[in-house]
């Protein structure tokens, strides 16, 4: 079958690759990346590679995809991944700082996380929202 991404590295990559692929100081997963594009850019199939590193062939196959589009030394990290949306917009962090530095309600000295979530959920700023969200987005703003 043929190849669809072929790996020719540098020889500045190339020498990189081997020191980390050679050297264990750094994790576990970029010395076998780095394994892997050494070998692909000896002309090894991804089956071979696949099976000297122990590893799926569809692993290598993708690793060489990465490669291709980022260059070898930026294929040995992961991807960025987009993460979560936060719970509260910045309007929705005015509130909580309003309510924060507001009187606290009857019958309580101050106010807790568990409160000021209660409260957020009163004044239909956000639909449900835990009080460690809470704490961490005070936190965030001092």
Do not use: F, N
């Not at 100081?25 to 594009?37: E, F, K």
């Not at 000295?109 to 959920?121: F, I, N, P």
């Amino acid at each position: 079958m043929q190849k669809a991404y072929h790996i020719r590295l540098t020889p500045e990559e190339r020498a990189s690759l081997t020191a980390i692929a050679r050297t264990g100081t750094t994790r576990a997963y970029r010395m076998r990346r780095a394994q892997m594009l050494l070998l692909a850019d000896r002309g090894k199939t991804d089956a071979a590679i696949a099976a000297q590193v122990e590893t799926h062939p569809r692993t290598v196959s993708r690793l060489r995809q990465r490669a291709a589009a980022v260059g070898a030394l930026a294929a040995l990290d992961h991807a960025p991944r987009p993460g979560a949306r936060p719970k509260l917009d910045s309007t929705g962090e005015m509130v909580l700082t309003a309510v924060a530095c507001s009187p606290p309600p009857d019958g309580h000295a101050r106010w807790s996380t568990y409160l000021l979530a209660e409260r957020l959920v009163a004044l239909e700023t956000i639909d449900a929202i835990s009080p460690r969200t809470v704490a961490r987005r005070l936190k965030k703003t001092h």
